[in-house]
T-cell receptor, first 114, second 110 residues
Framework: SAVISQKPSRDICQRGTSLTIQCQVD?????MFWYRQQPGQSLTLIAT?????????ESGFVIDKFPISRPNLTFSTLTVSNMSPEDSSIYLC???????????FGPGTRLTVL | TQLLEQSPQFLSIQEGENLTVYCNSS?????LQWYRQEPGEGPVLLVT???GGEVKKLKRLTFQFGDARKDSSLHITAAQPGDTGLYLC??????????WGAGTKLIIKP
């Protein structure tokens, strides 16, 4: 299993600013994912962040808007850049553990952009 | 690209009633997972079904996998307010990515 923490848990930001979300895992994992979720709705994958390689972004998401760092096997950050109200959402990180068959999720970061 | 159709997207019922949530695809699933998410938390895995025709039970929750592995259902018997949450079905795709259904927001009224 894996225990994942995220910081901040929530934030209210002004339009045009940037926010960096941190994701910390209690064990070393290779595969880490960043998702976006509107409350009560399904998950949309933003990117896959594997240690040792550049993040792979899904259609509709670009590195300039959502830069990701993955400095080691237990930590990653997602930055939401030049924010607009449309970026208001819940952002979740998740991991697959080695030999496991399950994704573990962090508690999410609820972002509101004014 | 495999798509998951999940229904209903919203369900509000009284405590003690039964309900079923469906997850369907036009393609064959290699496996299918059901997750539950409560407000302020990330999704948590309930069950993984792999074999066609498989039935798994988790207390009052019964999960079925269709014989052709193209559909799955989650049945809750005698729903309790603690069952309230967002239920998501997901199928493992390449590179360990999950393809998700639209989600079912379930509210159980006391």
């Amino acid at each position: 299993s894996a225990v994942i923490s995220q910081k901040p848990s929530r934030d209210i930001c002004q339009r045009g600013t940037s926010l960096t979300i941190q994701c910390q895992v209690d064990s070393q994992v290779t595969m880490m994912f960043w998702y976006r979720q509107q409350p009560g709705q399904s998950l949309t994958l933003i990117a896959t962040a594997n240690q040792g390689s550049e993040a792979t972004y899904e259609s509709g998401f670009v590195i300039d808007k959502f830069p990701i760092s993955r400095p080691n096997l237990t930590f990653s950050t997602l930055t939401v850049s030049n924010m607009s109200p449309e970026d208001s959402s819940i952002y979740l990180c998740s991991v697959w553990t080695s030999g496991g068959n399950e994704q573990f999720f962090g508690p999410g970061t609820r972002l509101t952009v004014l | 690209t495999q798509l998951l159709e999940q229904s209903p997207q919203f369900l509000s019922i009284q405590e003690g009633e039964n309900l079923t949530v469906y997850c369907n695809s036009s393609s064959v699933f290699s496996s299918l997972q059901w997750y539950r998410q409560e407000p302020g938390e990330g999704p948590v895995l309930l069950v993984t079904v792999v074999t066609g025709g498989e039935v798994k039970k988790l207390k009052r929750l019964t999960f079925q996998f269709g014989d052709a592995r193209k559909d799955s259902s989650l049945h809750i018997t005698a729903a309790q307010p603690g069952d309230t949450g967002l239920y998501l079905c997901g199928s493992v795709h390449s590179n360990y990515q999950l393809i998700w259904g639209a989600g079912t927001k379930l509210i159980i009224k006391p």
